[in-house]
């Protein structure tokens, strides 16, 4: 077996070199080199990625194209991220507070044989009583540490197949500060290192800001090989698994899961969950099909007006951009025959899944309207089109993937812009005829 080399990596600017030096020869920074111990690799840079002799030993371990693949076992998440885990990659998680990063890394770690789990934010006995609680296995090392040096040597001397880093804005070393920009370039560009080196995949936990971008420096994406975003309403139990970026499989893969005790589980049907508690009758409800990836989930989208006691009339939005329900308001207004000028407008989106598919904008209408004009939405319709300013319903993406799962879930009338609709609707004025024609 090779034996281990310790090379330096300067903690400024993640340049690695054989020999200490004591000023960085990339960013000329002095006494930045710090030791770190390589795993034993037969030279070439790609070597590492796979040449683990415990990776193929995995129960769920294939070889793949010079690469190894673990599957988790979890579907939607193998799926996601094309088929699986691959050795010697860095997989960044992100996600709002609170919406199951960690518990999915942690399933992932319990399942995996061997797997480390390195946690900066909680102590080792809060993350082991986790892993207890939700049945899926106890990670070979539960480690607290703050030190992203520490758990780089680490890697490299035991080479596990998986390990997780809770989170990666925690984790640093003593000479810049946690969280900053130039930190988390550096433990990214670390891991990534001992990463390909020793063949381990690496989950990264990272945060997102209020507007639900992964904090810290766009070159954190750069610098990974797969981002995963799980996003969801922390009240609601469903949560999608999206990856915008994959190096190593389709960024259209989409994993609709839900959250209990238990962790995080995919969900065969999401539209049973979706649609489940619809009222029957109800005014202000309309059914929308979303498109996420090559997915195609309806979604409910509930909509209440009332008459504004108040000079200025209230809208709130929940689940979509409120700057979008005024633009709706206000093509309403022109193009309707009747408007919600003194009414205020509460939209919401039914499942905790936020609206950005612009498809939605035909159904947050229909229900806005259903309930203005006091008339339900018959519970055979799905509606989807964007509505431009000038009142026109706009063709979307994916069409006749939306109408196919609008038929499959049994909506006998799909109102759309396209002519493979059953319930061609090309404007605004269009729409109120057809839905509403007998009061309307
Ligand atoms: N005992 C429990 N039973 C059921 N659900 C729980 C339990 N404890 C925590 N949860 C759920 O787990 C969620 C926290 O999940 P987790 O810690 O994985 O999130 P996170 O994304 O890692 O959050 P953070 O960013 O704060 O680290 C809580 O919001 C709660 O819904
Ligand atoms: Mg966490």
Do not use: W
Request: charged share 20%.
């Amino acid at each position: 077996m090779a034996k281990q080399k310790t090379s330096f990596v300067c903690t400024d600017c993640g340049e690695t070199n054989p020999t200490q030096l004591g000023k960085c020869p990339s960013c000329g920074a002095f006494g930045t080199m710090k030791a770190f111990r390589e795993a034993p690799s037969d030279g070439s840079e790609t070597a590492g990625i796979g040449a683990g002799v415990d990776l193929l030993n995995q129960p769920n371990a294939e070889p793949e194209n010079g690469f190894v693949r673990i599957k988790t076992g979890i579907d939607d998440l193998d799926q996601v991220l094309g088929g699986g885990l691959v050795s010697g990659s860095v997989v960044l998680m992100g996600g709002a507070p609170g919406v199951g990063k960690s518990t999915l890394a942690l399933q992932v770690a319990g399942r995996v044989a061997g797997a480390h789990y390195y946690s900066a934010e909680e102590s080792a006995a809060q993350v082991k009583a986790r892993a207890k609680r939700l049945g899926a296995g106890m990670p070979a090392q539960v480690v607290h540490t703050q030190s992203v040096a520490d758990i780089a040597q680490t890697i490299a001397e035991h080479r596990p197949p998986l390990a997780v880093v809770d989170s990666i804005q925690l984790v640093g070393d003593d000479l810049t500060s946690f969280g900053s920009m130039k930190q988390l370039r550096l433990n990214a560009e670390l891991l990534g290192q001992v990463a390909r080196a020793s063949g381990t995949c690496i989950i990264c936990i990272g945060h997102v800001t209020k507007d639900g971008e992964l904090a810290g420096p766009r070159v954190l994406e750069h610098l990974v090989d797969t981002v995963l975003t799980l996003t969801g309403d922390r009240t609601s139990e469903l949560r999608l698994l999206r990856s915008p970026k994959n190096r190593f499989g389709s960024t259209l893969e989409v994993g609709v899961f839900t959250m209990n005790s238990s962790g995080l589980h995919p969900i065969e049907n999401p539209a049973e969950h979706l649609l489940a508690d619809r009222p029957e009758g109800a005014t202000g409800s309309a059914i929308t099909i979303i498109q996420e990836g090559n997915r195609s989930l309806p979604m409910e989208v509930q909509a209440l007006t009332v008459k504004s006691h108040f000079g200025m009339p209230r809208r709130a939005a929940t689940g979509l951009g409120l700057a979008r329900l005024h633009v709706l308001l206000a093509v309403i207004e022109k193009f309707s025959p009747v408007g919600c000028g003194v009414h205020d407008v509460y939209v919401n989106v039914v499942g905790g899944l936020p609206i950005t598919d612009r498809a939605s904008d035909l159904a947050i209408v229909a229900a806005v309207l259903s309930s203005r004009l006091d008339m339900p939405v018959n519970a055979n319709i799905a509606l989807f089109g964007e509505i431009g300013l000038s009142g026109e319903v706009r063709s979307v993406q994916r069409a006749s993937a939306r109408i196919d799962e609008a038929q499959r879930l049994g909506f006998s009338s799909v109102f759309a812009p396209e002519a493979s609709a059953n319930v061609h609707c090309k404007s605004l004025r269009e729409l109120v005829r057809k839905l509403f024609s007998k009061k309307g």
